[in-house]
């Protein structure tokens, strides 16, 4: 069964139109990767899937449910079930790693603090930062900002993770540690969104390659065959930009 | 008097507002362009400046703007004759504006000095251009288009505390004001149709100020 | 008439500056907790509440503070009510300090990062919940330098009151000049007292700017 199914999706800012019938399945416990320039509407496709922005046309399903309206509770009950890392990390500054991991349990799913502490220390250690519960985010480096926002997502046991670029605000040397947990999390069975521009992970770790073009989705397929003989031209070109 | 409004009596006297407004924004006028002139001449000196003048200019700015503009009006107008210097109502209305108005520009003005990309004035120098030259055509306007909207703010708030100059019998609105009620003592009316007076003034300066960015500095109407 | 010493000149001021630091607290709490509500009110959606509130900072930033101690004065009156000065002062004071307080705290809101609305809504935080716990936290921190910057305007505006007949430190020097002839020492002596109050807060607010933007790591 698909965890998110997404059915002729589209939206508009006033007059431009940005997603233009965008439909795709994500099957349980697999990693998606989509790519595409910017302005493609990548990021926008995945923003739809919690709520961040709101859409004119088509269907969201995710997890049986279907996204209907926009009220308060429904998003909410939303984002009980995804989960999203951004390229900004957003991480709060005045809250150590160990708490920012620890509000959402507390606040949003109403968890005793203690339980909620158990569970942050466990995430922590399962992005590698087990010693830093304590530290703040100021006092971090890029990547280990991102691996606390990756621990912060899975603290609330979503069913589908999106990544939205978050690599792409890091310092080459340090993309490696977060792929890392990444690539982890899939070999573990959880359920990735992910707009990157990372090609050798895409190709690695990624089940399904989503190309997307102009607000639709130009191509997509095994990463590997899709790399390797792009149907379209502008794929091509893409790619070949990419790799020159 | 009760409940019962009146302000029927009030366009009798409409002479007199009129006279208080034109004395309000006179003063405003010649207030704010020679407060600003002065915070233009200070903020260079606090940012390009000697030490000394730096020193100089930054207790004249702390003194003021730790100070009450209705002191400050008191202390011209009552305490400098017996220093020998004796002025008009009008004449220390307009000088307290322009010395307080001065201050608060002085300090708004060296933001937007402090501001400057550097690479402004290394291109310019470049060009073989000379230190005030550069302040003049390369620095200045640019400078006052970042702080354009915080110097009119604070010009709204020097027209609004002109108000006080009433008190020194500088026949403006407040006096006005203060004259017509004396007379009809529809106190709350009089001062309800001046106060929406002023709030109109400050609508009006604000736009002007606008204007000016618009044509002047030419800068873009948001 | 003018046996009255320099020394006590000082002495008369610096019994008046107690007035003057209890009408500019009066209006500092006060004016918070009105200033509060008035910011709850502008950022809360309700097209109504929002136009209201609107209203309610353009007359008191748009309008002289003397004008509105008039009003207070003179309206508070026609309910038959005796109003004195301190009162009248009070009130003006009051609200003109929460309309100025409403909009340097919605500024310190809005300057928080729209990140962390999107990423405290991604964890399923509803909107009380993403002020009390992330933005609220973050925006006390950079309001307390402007808010102390405030209180110097709040000080300043307390002259104004003298006006209407507040015995305070403005009042009391044209008391005393009248009654020494000596309007320079006199008003130098106000004006002193005013900076003696003022400047320590307004080196303290440029203090505390100046550690928020030097701790910015991000």
């Known amino acids: 069964m698909a965890l998110v199914h997404i059915k002729d999706l589209r939206k508009s800012y006033g007059t431009n139109e940005v997603l233009k019938g965008v439909s795709l399945e994500v099957q349980q416990g697999s990693v998606v990767a989509v790519i595409g320039r910017s302005g493609s509407g990548k990021s926008t496709m995945l923003r739809t899937i919690n709520g961040l922005e709101v859409f004119q046309a088509g269907s969201i399903e995710v997890d049986g449910t279907h996204i209907a309206g926009f009220s308060k509770a429904a998003l909410r009950e939303l984002r009980l079930k995804v989960g999203m890392v951004f390229q900004q990390f957003n991480l709060f500054p005045h809250l150590s790693a160990g708490e920012n991991v620890m509000l959402a349990p507390v606040v949003a799913k109403k968890m005793p603090r203690e339980e909620a502490r158990e569970i942050a220390k466990a995430m922590l250690a399962k992005v590698g930062l087990a010693e830093k519960f304590d530290a703040l985010p100021e006092n971090l480096s890029g990547g280990q900002q991102q691996r606390v926002a990756i621990a912060r997502a899975l603290a609330m046991s979503p069913k589908v993770l999106l990544c939205d670029e978050i690599t792409s605000a890091l310092d080459p040397e340090l993309v490696n540690e977060v792929l890392a947990v990444v690539r982890n999390l899939a070999t573990e069975g959880m359920t990735l969104l992910m707009v990157t521009h990372e090609m050798r992970f895409a190709r690695e770790v990624g089940d399904h390659l989503v190309f997307m073009h102009q607000g639709r989705i130009h191509e997509e397929g095994v990463p590997a065959q899709v790399f390797d003989n792009p149907k379209t031209p502008e794929l091509a070109q893409f790619v070949g930009a990419v790799n020159a | ?222 | ?218």
């Open chain 2, 1 to 222: 008097m009760g409940y019962h409004f009146d302000f029927s009596d009030l366009w009798g006297y409409r002479e007199v507002f009129f006279k208080g407004i034109w004395l309000t924004l006179f003063l405003t006028a010649v207030g704010c362009s020679l407060g600003i002139a002065v915070g233009i001449g200070g903020a260079a000196s606090r940012q390009y400046g000697p030490k000394w003048l730096r020193v100089i200019v930054g207790a004249y700015v702390e003194a003021i703007r730790n100070t009450p503009f209705l002191v400050q009006l008191f202390f011209i107008f009552f305490g400098l004759p017996a220093m020998g210097v004796k002025l008009g109502e009008l004449q220390a209305a307009i000088l307290t504006m322009v010395v307080n108005l001065g201050a608060y520009s002085t300090e708004i003005i060296r933001a937007g000095l402090a501001s400057t990309h550097k690479g402004q004035v290394e291109a310019a120098e470049s060009l073989a251009m000379s230190g005030p030259q550069i302040f003049r055509h390369v620095i200045l306007v640019p400078a006052l288009r970042r702080i354009w909207p915080a110097l009119s703010s604070q010009c709204v708030i020097v027209m609004l505390g002109s108000a006080v100059c009433s008190q020194i019998s500088a026949e403006e609105l407040t006096f006005a004001a203060n004259f017509v009620a004396s007379r009809n003592f529809r106190n709350f009316e009089v001062y309800l149709v001046s106060t929406v007076i002023y709030l109109a003034l400050a609508i009006g300066l604000r736009y002007l100020f606008r204007v000016i960015g618009r044509y002047v500095l030419k800068m873009s109407w948001e």
């Open chain 3, 1 to 218: 008439m003018s046996d009255i010493s320099t020394w006590d000149i000082f002495r008369n001021l610096l019994l008046a500056a107690r007035w003057t630091i209890v009408l500019t607290l009066t209006a500092f709490i006060g004016g918070g907790i009105v200033g509060l509500i008035v910011l709850f009110a502008r950022t809360s959606g309700n097209k109504a509440l929002v136009l209201l509130t609107k209203g309610f900072i353009e007359l008191f930033q748009g309008t002289p503070l003397l004008m509105q101690m008039f009003l207070m004065f003179f309206g508070v009156a026609l309910f038959g009510l005796d109003v004195p000065a301190w009162l009248a002062a009070g009130l003006a004071l009051t609200l003109w300090s929460a309309a100025f307080l409403a909009e340097i705290w919605r500024g310190c809101v809005e300057s928080i990062p729209k990140g962390q609305w999107e990423a405290s809504a991604s964890l399923a935080l509803n909107y009380m919940e993403q002020m009390r716990h992330v933005v609220l936290p973050q925006a006390v921190r950079i309001a307390i330098p402007p808010t102390v910057g405030f209180s110097v305007q709040i000080v300043k505006g307390t002259a104004v009151a003298s006006i209407i007949g507040f015995v305070e430190l403005t009042k009391v020097g044209t008391m005393l000049t009248n009654a020494t002839f000596k309007p320079f020492l006199v008003y130098s002596g106000v004006a002193l007292m005013f900076f003696l109050l003022c400047w320590p807060l307004s080196l303290w607010a440029r203090y505390l700017e100046g550690k928020i933007h030097g701790s910015r790591s991000h």
